[in-house]
């Protein structure tokens, strides 16, 4: 085994290092909030009294639960996260710039294809043109040696990808496709 | 035929007649190549096929998902062994022994004491699951409205508490899921709930899309986030088990086995806790020790069957109590409903043959497994040096399809992006993905029964507590709580040590 495996990174790794206080402090901030805003969306809610007998089988009972259990629960991970620390003001780190801009690219052409291309653009185009552009931008940066050779193979993928699923879903198992 | 034994043969008769055997052939490879894949899980691959058995009928889709499910878990350890890389998250504690051994050129060996303890282990928990789902499907037929609320009540619980590393985390992204499934109508007044007048929002989020989102998407989100993994290519010795890896630790073999099917049929943990918990047992009975993490045989054995038995352990009470054991036990779940199947108490009714079904099933799969465990090595290595950059649009392109598919609405697309992009976030947060999925699944059973016990006692909240049943399961829920309070375990620890 070559010693390239020792530096091979599990897809699982990041789950292991924790968050970081601000992080728990800003997510706690959201969720309390949404938990509020569900709780009010409840109470607003029709109770149904005369219909049930009882007020307890209201539409906004569960969801207020839920929502109470919420901002509870929120307000326990940002108390723990200003314990440890969460409030200290730190200078912004640049870091894992490639990481953000690989995820920007990931996200962005996932949604032109999934919300904008599909159901617009016949389905084995839509698939093909979004494979061949996902390929091509990660594929890029390898340098230009080759990378013609790369740019006529991400075509050649995306092509195939494009017809053997339309192929497969809808002519083999009988499905609709967007 | 009401005989257990006669069922169980009708089973097989049934699984291995009219083409079946085709359909687990492909299906376990599928599910080998998902779990082999690093970024592909079984999650997302049994949510992925699900779209694929929309035409077939409910036995042969129940067949392939099974089949899928149980390729998956073992199909992860090959990468974990090969690349240092668990394939899915259940092989994590895989790549503790079985990298090292395949770097002291056993990679071969490795994978036979890993095809073996998978075999072993998966067998295990089908037999466990033959046994005991029967008679509890049986005994959960007393479980009315009150008992099934603190069922998944306990599901939440449980999951929110030994999902993940940290209970809270755990907790909060349980009533998220639970959150998430009242959207839409619920079902005493028809009142469309946080629906703003859209007809597709009344219709509430399909169970599929999420899935397919917080498993499919964020997954690929991830995958493509960090920079590229490094494959390698080994030299592999033979990869035929050795009998006398088995029987030399026929102990743990056990152990490992009764470990991951009780976790497995815990709701929400799941086939990763029970290989971590099953290794970590190993360690501490072992006489050897000092080995674990260097390359022990039995090490990898201990997380080879401890997760290859929680797959069946994880589908008992899918098949008992409509609630599932782990993430993909959630998407088999929805898929049974999708196909008309109700998974449940009413299964020990309606169709006490389906049980047996399922065992001829996982044993099918499990034998399945064993032969691609001899033959399917080498073309593995090939697959596990395609690039990302080229799988994951193809996954990308499955997702969508999947999504859409169920019902044929472009708002399911949306639906699968916005859990993606959620999913992926809670993610990188560090919030555990079971739970969520579990709040999801369970939502909708523990509404309907909150509800409905609150009409048949006419508002009166007390039978939730009295009732014999549903007392023991509010005990249970409420120490499972409590167990994860800091410091309450710790108190009661040296209480019991003082």
Redo the contacts between chains.
């Keep these: 085994?070559?010693e390239?495996?020792?530096?091979?990174?599990?897809?699982?790794d990041?789950?292991k290092?924790?968050?970081s206080p601000r992080?728990?402090l800003v997510?706690a901030a959201v969720?309390f909030a949404l938990g509020i805003a569900?709780v009010q969306?409840?109470w607003n809610?029709?109770r149904?009294v005369e219909?049930?007998?009882?007020?307890?089988?209201a539409?906004?009972?569960?969801?207020g639960f839920?929502?109470a259990?919420?901002s509870l629960?929120?307000g326990?991970?940002g108390l723990?996260a200003m314990r440890r620390g969460g409030w200290a003001v730190r200078a912004a780190r640049a870091k894992a710039t490639?990481?953000g801009r690989?995820?920007l690219?990931?996200?962005v052409?996932?949604?032109m294809?999934?919300?904008v291309l599909?159901?617009r653009v016949p389905f084995w185009m839509a698939?093909a043109l979004?494979?061949f552009a996902?390929?091509t931008a990660?594929?890029w940066d390898q340098g230009p040696e080759r990378r013609l050779r790369r740019v006529v193979e991400?075509a050649l993928?995306?092509l195939g990808?494009?017809v053997a699923?339309t192929m497969v879903?809808e002519k083999l198992?009988?499905?609709?496709?967007? | 035929m009401t005989n257990p034994f006669d069922m169980l043969l009708g089973g097989f008769a049934h699984v291995l007649g009219g083409g079946a055997v085709w359909h687990a052939l492909w299906a376990v490879l599928i599910g080998i190549v998902i779990g082999a894949l690093?970024?592909l899980t079984a999650t997302m691959g049994v949510a992925l096929l699900t779209?694929?058995t929309?035409?077939m009928g409910p036995n042969v889709a129940m067949l392939v998902l099974v089949c899928v499910y149980v390729g998956a878990i073992y199909g992860g350890s090959r990468s974990a062994i090969?690349?240092?890389?668990?394939g899915t998250?259940a092989s994590?504690a895989s790549?503790l022994d079985g990298?090292p051994l395949?770097?002291q050129?056993l990679?071969g060996r490795a994978m036979g004491i890993s095809t073996a303890g998978s075999w072993v282990g998966t067998l295990f928990g089908t037999v466990i699951l033959a046994l005991f789902a029967p008679s509890f499907g049986e005994f959960a037929l007393q479980f009315g409205s009150y008992e099934m609320f603190w069922v998944a009540m306990f599901g939440i619980v449980i999951a929110g508490s030994l999902s993940g590393?940290?209970p809270?985390?755990g907790?909060?992204a349980g009533?998220?899921g639970?959150?998430v499934a009242?959207i839409g109508q619920?079902t005493?007044?028809a009142?469309a709930?946080?629906a703003y007048g859209n007809g597709d929002l009344a219709g509430g989020l399909g169970l599929l899309p999420v899935l397919v989102g917080v498993f499919g998407?964020a997954?690929?989100?991830?995958?493509?986030?960090?920079?590229a993994?490094?494959?390698?290519s080994?030299k592999i010795d033979s990869v035929i088990p050795r009998i006398g890896d088995v029987t030399k630790y026929w102990k743990t073999v056990l152990r490992s086995g009764a470990l991951g099917t009780f976790i497995g049929a815990m709701p929400g943990l799941g086939e990763d806790i029970a290989a971590w918990t099953s290794y970590a047992a190993a360690k501490r009975a072992s006489a050897e020790r000092e080995k674990f993490g260097r390359g022990s045989i039995e090490g990898l054995m201990a997380a080879e069957t401890g997760e290859s038995a929680c797959v069946p352990g994880a589908i008992i009470p899918v098949l008992t109590l409509a609630v599932p054991g782990s993430a993909p036990a959630a998407v088999l779940m929805a898929a049974m409903m999708i196909h008309g199947l109700n998974p449940g108490p009413m299964l020990a009714i309606t169709s006490p043959e389906f049980i047996y079904q399922i065992v001829a099933m996982l044993v099918v799969a499990d034998m399945v497994k064993l032969f691609y465990g001899l033959i399917l090595v080498r073309p593995l290595l090939w697959i596990l040096l395609i690039?990302?950059?080229?799988l994951?649009?193809?996954v990308?392109?499955?997702c969508?399809?999947g999504a859409?598919?169920i019902t044929?609405r472009?708002f399911d697309?949306?639906v699968?992006?916005g859990a993606?992009?959620v999913g992926f976030i809670l993610?990188?947060?560090?919030f555990p993905m079971a739970p969520l999925v579990l709040g999801i699944v369970l939502g909708d059973l523990?509404?309907k029964n909150?509800?409905r016990g609150?009409?048949l006692s006419?508002?009166d909240?007390t039978p939730f507590f009295t009732r014999p049943i549903s007392m023991g399961l509010c005990v249970l829920t409420l120490a499972a709580a409590a167990w994860s309070i800091p410091g309450v375990a710790g108190l009661l620890r040296r209480r019991r040590a003082a």
């Design positions: 085994m070559s390239a495996a020792q530096e091979a990174e599990s897809p699982f990041g789950e290092a924790p968050a992080a728990d997510t969720l569900i969306q409840a809610m029709p149904f219909q049930s007998g009882t007020g307890l089988t539409p906004g009972i569960v969801p839920y929502g259990m919420l629960l929120a326990v991970l723990r490639d990481d690989r995820l690219t990931a996200a052409l996932g949604v294809y999934a919300g599909v159901g698939s979004f494979v996902f390929t990660f594929e991400a993928i995306g990808t494009g699923v879903f198992f009988l499905l609709r496709l967007p | 690093p970024g779209t694929l929309f035409g090969l690349l240092n890389i668990p998250p994590a790549t990298f395949a770097r050129g990679a590393g940290d809270l985390k907790y909060i009533f998220l639970l959150f009242t619920e005493n007044h009142y709930r946080f998407v997954e690929v989100l991830s995958a493509m986030r960090g920079p993994v490094k494959a390698v080994s690039p990302r950059a080229r994951m649009p193809v990308f392109v499955l969508t399809v859409f598919a044929s472009l697309i949306w699968m992006l993606g992009l993610r990188e947060l560090r523990l509404d909150l509800l609150l009409v006419g508002g909240v």
